[in-house]
Nanobody, 122 residues
Framework: QVQLDESGGGLVQPGGSLRLSCTAS????????MAWYRQTPGNQRELVAT???????NYCESMKDRFTISRETTKNTVYLQMYALKPEDSAVYFC????????????????WGQGTQVTVSS
């Protein structure tokens, strides 16, 4: 099992910045993907950014020009740096991870954090 703990959310003014962090608990699973999603009431969760790891190399991509994702692989930690925040960025941001046991690489599992609230308002 993997537990994902998020932090860094809060209230910020438009144009401000926030840095979200997500750390996975120590586990026997090899975590090949870590990502950030966000969700507002009544809407589906939206992929914000993702990092996949292959042969100890991270391939990261953000769906938003103002956001940057990075991962510290050895710590199973992923960050989301957000710049120039807008009110429409307000949401609950969720950390997501996917992995597999080393002995069974074709059987994948996924986990979700409980979310951290980001509110952009003046």
């Amino acid at each position: 099992q993997v537990q994902l703990d998020e932090s860094g959310g809060g209230l910020v003014q438009p144009g401000g910045s926030l840095r979200l962090s997500c750390t996975a608990s120590r586990t026997a699973f090899v975590i090949g993907l870590m990502a950030w999603y966000r969700q507002t009431p009544g809407n589906q969760r939206e992929l914000v950014a993702t990092c996949s790891t292959r042969d100890y190399t991270n391939y990261c991509e953000s769906m938003k020009d103002r956001f940057t994702i990075s991962r510290e692989t050895t710590k199973n930690t992923v960050y989301l740096q957000m710049y120039a925040l807008k009110p429409e960025d307000s949401a609950v941001y969720f950390c997501h991870a996917r992995g597999a046991l080393f002995r069974f690489p074709d059987r994948t599992y996924e986990w979700w954090g409980q979310g951290t609230q980001v509110t952009v308002s003046s």
